[in-house]
């Protein structure tokens, strides 16, 4: 089964930056729309942010937006998600995901939900914390 690579998370005060990187060295990224999600302990996952295959169609969870951009560079076959003005609240372990075959996410038409994603991995653990 393929599975995206996560990484880039870590320790970050209040206020701090995070760059994290979705990638795979066994296949190219394909054109296709990408989630980031995350997983924090009791609660629910979460969408943070997608982006479809028109790359500057993006979305964003009300709680991140002006903070979080996703973005993504064929060349480096890697998807994005940089994180500004963090808070103790984005804590939680980071999932990227592309796009299921059977379950098409349709910008403005359905929500950025891992749910219309797949093939995610570990993840990456964020922390923010004095």
């Known amino acids: 089964q393929l599975e995206l690579v996560e990484s880039g998370g870590g320790l970050v005060q209040p206020g701090g930056s995070l760059r994290l990187t979705c990638t795979t060295s066994?296949?190219?990224?394909?054109?296709?729309?990408y989630i980031w999600f995350r997983q924090a302990p009791a609660k629910r996952r979460e969408g943070v942010s997608c982006?479809?295959?028109?790359?500057?169609?993006?979305v964003y969870a009300d709680s991140v937006k002006g903070r979080f951009i996703i973005s993504r560079d064929k060349t480096l076959n890697a998807v994005f998600l940089q994180m500004n003005n963090l808070r103790p609240e984005d804590s939680g372990v980071y999932f990227c995901?592309?796009?299921?075959?059977?379950?098409?996410?349709?910008?403005?038409?359905?929500?950025?939900?891992?749910?219309?994603?797949?093939?995610w991995g570990q993840g990456t653990q964020v922390t923010v914390s004095w």
């Open positions: 995901g592309r796009q299921r075959t059977d379950r098409y996410w349709i910008p403005d038409r359905t929500p950025c939900d891992p749910d219309f994603f797949q093939d």
């Open positions: 066994e296949f190219t990224l394909e054109d296709v729309a």
């Open positions: 982006i479809d295959r028109l790359v500057d169609k993006t």
